[in-house]
T-cell receptor, first 113, second 113 residues
Framework: GENVEQHPSTLSVQEGDSAVIKCTYS??????FPWYKQELGKRPQLIID?????GEKKDQRIAVTLNKTAKHFSLHITETQPEDSAVYFC????????????FGKGTKLSVKP | NAGVTQTPKFQVLKTGQSMTLQCAQD?????MSWYRQDPGMGLRLIHY???????DQGEVPNGYNVSRSTTEDFPLRLLSAAPSQTSVYFC????????????FGQGTRLTVV
């Protein structure tokens, strides 16, 4: 089955700096790659997603890139703010009959004022 | 439109007790799933359903049962609780299985003593 690896597990940046979180996946049939943000004590919420027919997607300060050949995708946050502090999860979904979302183990991002 | 509703929010069980975590969605989503979240382990898939009357196992199904008698409801049953089942449980729904956003419930924090 699908396996998703996520790095780093923790990331600390100064306010205004950029943050990059990287994920790799194992199943070449995966075709949907969402990123979720989870604030302390809250539910995960989608912040951006990308499909396998697209190499990059941007939404204001957030961007995701996908390299299908290398089977890895990354989340880029520019001009970080203290409210970006949270745990971020990447996930991959296969094109098969199940289409289950398999998650990475998460990255705890801390943005210091 | 309430989205995905989970009950209860908190629960303490004694080893060997049984209980059911409730999950309901009002978005007419076909796909529903249960995840458990443990520190440093990310979100791991327990069971999922691609429609009423259809359920299947995820990554960590042992000790849990599910059923899907209606499109709206997807309860998770612990038949004989064990301390290893102490975790935060999230129910999620998606419009269908292929490349769509997962909407999470608010979570249930379960402690087994």
């Amino acid at each position: 089955g699908e396996n998703v690896e996520q790095h780093p597990s923790t990331l600390s940046v100064q306010e205004g700096d950029s943050a990059v979180i990287k994920c790799t996946y194992s199943d070449s049939a995966s075709n949907y790659f969402p990123w979720y943000k989870q604030e302390l004590g809250k539910r995960p919420q989608l912040i951006i997603d990308i499909r396998s027919n697209v190499g990059e997607k941007k939404d204001q300060r957030i961007a995701v890139t996908l390299n299908k050949t290398a089977k890895h995708f990354s989340l880029h946050i520019t001009e970080t703010q203290p409210e970006d502090s949270a745990v971020y999860f990447c996930a991959a979904s296969t094109a098969g009959s199940q289409g289950n979302l398999i998650f990475g183990k998460g990255t705890k991002l801390s943005v210091k004022p | 439109n309430a989205g995905v509703t989970q009950t209860p929010k908190f629960q303490v069980l004694k080893t060997g007790q049984s209980m059911t975590l409730q999950c309901a969605q009002d978005m007419n989503h076909e796909y529903m799933s249960w995840y458990r979240q443990d520190p440093g382990m990310g979100l791991r898939l327990i069971h999922y359903s691609v429609g009423a009357g259809i359920t299947d196992q995820g990554e960590v199904p042992n000790g849990y049962n599910v059923s899907r008698s209606t499109t709206e409801d997807f309860p998770l049953r612990l038949l004989s609780a064990a301390p290893s089942q102490t975790s935060v449980y999230f129910c999620a729904s998606r419009p269908d299985r292929a490349g769509t956003e997962a909407f999470f419930g608010q979570g249930t924090r379960l402690t087994v003593v």
